[in-house]
C-alpha cells in the first residue's frame, strides 16, 4: 500500500466536490485527506487528494474519476517531483515551565505561535507531510486541547501545467 | 420567442426527437403537464400506475429500439420512485433521461411538502445529473442531458426542475440535434498487437456483451468469428447477437451459463472480450476465469479494463469502429482442431428431460417461441424464470431480450413490456415472469390494458421464490426462510378484473392452446403456468467454483 497524490481539476459548480466524494465512497476507496480551492480559473477548481493503495486502485481511481461530467482532468502527482504543503493549526496547554520548551520546539520547526493566552498558546506549522508528523510526534508529550490540519496540497515544480 | 420552462422542456423534447415519454404527473410538474395538454399530438404522454413502472417503461422503450427513453416525474416521492428505474438503466448502460420537478428555487432546503434532494440520490446511479437553477439554462442543460446519455458508454441522466423554473420565462433559441458520435479508435499499432495475438492463437475464443448491441456491431462480430473461425459466447446482456442455432454459438456464460461456454473458457487460449465487463456473475470464479490464457478486452469505456479481471491488451473505442478497423488485419484461418474441439465441447451441453404430461419450464419457452411470429421480444423479471428464458428463449436478433441483467431488478418486465411494444408496435411482445416478480409490478397490466398493448405475460408460477430457495438449496441447507409464497392469488379472475385476458393452463398441450388464442385475442394476457417448485436452473456454478464443481441435477 502505498500514498499517492491526485489533483483533480473540476468546474467550480455546486456540488461538484459531492460527485468526487460520492465516487470514492462509492468505489470503496480510502481518502486519507481532501483539500479543495479555486484556481487562477473562477470557473476552475482543484481538489488535492491523498489516497493510499496499490497499482490496480490508482489506475481505477484517476479513471473513475476522469469520467465524470465536470471533471476536466485527474493528475497523478510525481511527489519526488513536486512540492507539497499542510497546514497545522495546534492548541497546547501551557505553563511557566512548558511555554518555554514549545517555543524552542518550535523554533527549531520554523512554526510559528500565532496566539498566546494565559494557559495556551497556538502553534501554526506549514510544511510537508512527514514535517507534520514529525511535529505532532514530540507534541505528543505535552497537553495537546485540540488541532486541525489542512490535508495536502500540491503543484510539480517544472513549468508545465496539469 | 419567449417561452415558460415547461414550454421549453417541450420544445427541447421534440427537438431532440422525443415523441414519446413515461411518466406520472404530480404537483411539482403541474406546468409542464399542462404543456403536455396542449402538446398531445407531438408528444405522447403515457400514464403508468407508479413511477417505477414509468422508468422501467423508458428503459424497455430504448433496449428495444435503441432510442433514448424519457420519463417523467414529479418531485419526493415521484423522484424516489424512480430509483430501480433509473438505477437499472445504469448497471445495463441504457440511454435515458429522466425529468424531475421539484420544490421553488426559493423552498429548496427547507422540507417543502414532497421534497427530496432528488439529484443527491440519484447521484451514484446516473452518468451524470442536473438541478436547473436559471430558465435561461434550462434548454441547453435538457440538451446537455441527451448529448451526455448517448455519448461514450450510454447510461441514465436525471434533470430536476424546480417548479419556479417550469414558470419563469426566457428567449428560446431552437437548435437542431447533432448526432453523437465516438469517434477515437486506437492507433495502428495497438490494433496490429491484437490482430497478432489473434492471428497467433490455436484457440480464440470471443466474449462479447451488451456493448455490442449499444454500438451496433452484429456485423462486425459476426464478420470477426467468421472470418477467423472464432466460436463465441456471451454474457446475458449479448443475448440475441448470434442466432442461437448458429454452430459458433456456444450460448451464455456465467452462473447459469451454458456447460459448453464453460468449457469452452477453459480450454481457450486466447479469451477477447468485446463490449463485456467480466461481471461477478459472468466471471464468478474471479481471476481464475480462464486457465493461463491472454485476454484482450475491446471497450467503450476505460474503467472496465483491468476492473474485474486483468487483461493483457485492449483497445478504447466504439466497439463497432474498432472492430471496423481490426477486421482487415485478422487472418483467415480454419483452426480445424478448434473446431473438432469445440464440436466436442457442444456435445458436453446440459439438457433437460421432457415430459408430455407436466409443464416444464424450457418446454414453455421453446412453445413459445415456436408458436409466436419472428417478430418477438421478450421481457423478463428476475429469478429462475429470468434465467430460463436466458436459456432456452432462441433469439435470432439484437434488442429482443430485454432483461434487467445488472440490477436484477424483479418488477421490471412488465414496465420494459410497455415501452418495447410502443417502441415497436409490429411485434409481438412477451413478458415472460415468475409469481415472485409478478406481484412486484402487476400493476403494469391495467396500464397495458388502458393503452390496449396486446402483451402477453406467462407466469411461471411454482408457489416460491424460486432463485433464492435455490440458493437456500444449495448454501443453507434447505432451510426455506420466507421463499415459499402461499399467495392464493387467481389469476383469471385478476386478469378479468383488470380488463385482460387470463388462463390457466395445466400441461403443453394446454399451454400452447392458450398462447394461441392469445395471440389471436390482440387484448393483454396473463397465462398461468403452474409449476413444480422443485424445478432448479441448471446448470449452476457456484461463486468461486471452477467448471469441475458445476451442478447439472
Given at each position: 500500500m502505498k500514498r499517492y497524490i491526485l489533483s483533480v481539476l473540476v468546474?467550480?459548480?455546486?456540488?461538484v466536490l459531492a460527485r468526487v466524494a460520492s465516487l470514492f465512497g462509492r468505489r470503496g476507496y480510502n481518502i486519507d485527506s481532501l483539500t479543495v480551492s479555486e484556481t487562477n480559473n473562477p470557473g476552475i477548481s482543484i481538489i488535492t487528494l491523498t489516497v493510499t493503495g496499490d497499482e490496480n486502485i490508482l489506475e481505477q481511481i484517476i479513471k473513475q474519476a476522469s469520467k465524470?461530467?465536470?471533471?476536466?482532468k485527474v493528475h497523478h502527482i510525481q511527489e519526488q517531483h513536486a512540492l507539497s504543503r499542510e497546514l497545522l493549526l495546534i492548541k497546547m496547554k501551557i505553563d511557566s515551565e512548558t511555554r518555554t520548551s514549545l517555543r524552542e520546539i518550535s523554533e527549531i520547526y520554523e512554526a510559528k505561535i500565532v496566539d498566546l493566552a494565559p494557559a495556551s498558546m497556538i502553534i501554526e506549522l506549514t510544511g510537508t507531510t512527514q514535517n507534520i508528523d514529525a511535529f505532532l510526534g514530540i507534541m505528543k508529550d505535552f497537553t495537546i486541547i485540540e488541532m486541525c490540519r489542512t490535508g495536502v496540497t500540491a503543484l510539480e515544480k517544472d513549468s508545465s501545467k496539469i | 420567442m419567449m417561452l415558460n420552462g415547461a414550454q421549453i422542456v417541450i420544445e427541447v423534447l421534440a427537438e431532440q426527437g422525443v415523441d414519446i415519454i413515461f411518466g406520472y404527473p404530480g404537483g411539482a410538474v403541474l406546468n409542464i403537464y399542462d404543456e403536455l395538454f396542449d402538446n398531445q399530438h407531438r408528444i405522447r404522454h403515457i400514464l403508468t400506475s407508479h413511477e417505477q413502472g414509468a422508468a422501467h417503461a423508458a428503459d424497455g422503450y430504448s433496449r428495444a429500439t435503441g432510442k433514448t427513453g424519457v420519463v417523467l416525474a414529479t418531485s419526493g416521492p415521484g423522484a424516489t420512485n424512480l430509483v430501480t428505474g433509473i438505477a437499472t438503466a445504469f448497471m445495463d448502460s441504457i440511454p435515458m433521461v429522466a425529468i424531475t420537478g421539484n420544490v421553488n428555487t426559493d423552498s429548496?432546503?427547507?422540507?417543502?411538502?414532497?421534497?427530496?434532494y432528488t439529484v443527491g440520490i440519484t447521484l451514484p446511479i446516473t452518468k451524470h445529473n442536473f438541478v436547473v437553477r436559471d430558465v435561461t439554462k434550462l434548454a441547453d442543460t435538457l440538451r446537455e442531458a441527451f448529448r451526455i446519455a448517448k455519448t461514450g458508454r450510454p447510461g441514465p441522466v436525471l434533470v430536476d426542475i424546480p417548479k419556479d423554473i417550469t414558470v419563469a420565462r426566457c428567449e428560446f433559441y431552437p437548435q437542431k440535434t447533432v448526432e453523437v458520435e465516438n469517434v477515437y479508435v486506437p492507433d495502428d499499432q495497438q490494433l496490429n498487437t491484437v490482430a497478432e495475438a489473434i492471428n497467433n492463437s490455436e484457440r480464440p475464443l470471443l466474449y462479447y456483451g451488451g456493448g455490442v448491441i449499444s454500438s451496433g456491431a452484429y456485423k462486425q462480430i459476426l464478420d470477426l468469428i467468421k472470418r477467423g473461425n472464432i466460436p463465441a459466447i456471451h454474457s446475458v446482456m449479448g443475448?440475441?447477437?448470434?442466432?442461437?442455432?448458429?454452430?459458433?454459438n456456444l450460448g451464455m456464460i456465467g452462473m447459469h451459463g451454458s456447460v459448453a461456454a464453460m468449457l469452452a473458457v477453459k480450454k481457450t487460449d486466447l479469451l477477447i472480450a468485446v463490449g463485456?465487463?467480466?461481471?461477478d456473475r459472468t466471471a464468478n470464479n474471479g481471476e481464475n476465469f480462464v486457465n493461463n490464457a491472454k485476454i484482450i478486452q475491446i471497450d467503450?469505456?476505460?474503467?472496465?479494463?483491468?476492473?474485474?479481471i486483468p487483461v493483457d491488451h485492449s483497445l478504447i473505442g466504439d466497439v463497432k469502429k474498432v472492430l471496423e478497423s481490426l477486421l482487415p488485419k485478422i487472418e483467415t484461418k480454419k483452426r480445424t482442431l478448434w473446431m473438432e474441439e469445440i464440436a466436442d465441447i457442444k456435445k458436453q451441453d446440459y439438457t433437460p428431460t421432457e415430459t408430455e404430461d407436466k409443464l416444464k419450464p424450457h418446454q414453455i419457452i421453446e412453445d413459445m417461441y415456436q408458436l409466436c411470429p419472428e417478430k418477438l421480444i421478450v421481457t423478463t423479471d428476475v429469478g429462475q424464470h429470468q434465467m430460463w428464458a436466458a436459456q432456452?428463449?432462441?433469439?435470432?436478433?439484437?434488442?429482443s431480450f430485454l432483461t434487467s441483467?445488472?440490477?436484477?431488478?424483479?418488477?421490471?418486465?412488465y414496465g420494459a413490456a410497455i415501452g418495447a411494444k410502443l417502441g415497436c408496435p409490429d411485434h409481438t411482445v412477451v413478458h415472460i415472469t415468475g409469481d415472485g416478480s409478478f406481484h412486484m409490478n402487476m400493476n403494469g397490466v391495467p396500464t397495458a390494458v388502458t393503452y390496449k398493448l396486446p402483451i402477453i405475460t406467462i407466469v411461471l408460477n411454482n408457489n416460491a421464490l424460486g432463485m433464492v430457495r435455490q440458493l437456500q438449496k444449495v448454501y443453507c441447507?434447505?432451510?426455506?426462510?420466507?421463499?415459499?409464497l402461499q399467495k392464493q392469488t387467481d389469476y383469471v379472475k385478476l386478469a378479468d378484473a383488470f380488463g385482460a385476458l387470463g388462463f390457466r393452463v395445466e400441461t403443453p398441450k394446454e399451454f400452447k392452446a392458450a398462447l394461441k388464442e392469445a395471440l389471436k385475442s390482440n387484448k393483454s394476457c396473463i397465462i398461468e403456468c403452474p409449476i413444480d417448485c422443485e424445478e432448479q436452473v441448471l446448470p449452476m456454478m457456484p461463486a468461486g467454483a471452477t467448471v469441475e464443481d458445476i451442478i447439472i441435477e
Open positions: 468546474q467550480n459548480n455546486p456540488g465524470l461530467e465536470e471533471v476536466i | 429548496i432546503g427547507k422540507d417543502c411538502f414532497q421534497e427530496v443475448k440475441g447477437v448470434m442466432a442461437y442455432d448458429d454452430p459458433m463485456a465487463r467480466f461481471s467503450i469505456d476505460d474503467c472496465e479494463i483491468n476492473k474485474n432456452y428463449c432462441k433469439s435470432k436478433r439484437p434488442r441483467a445488472g440490477l436484477g431488478a424483479m418488477g421490471f418486465g441447507k434447505s432451510r426455506f426462510s420466507s421463499t415459499l
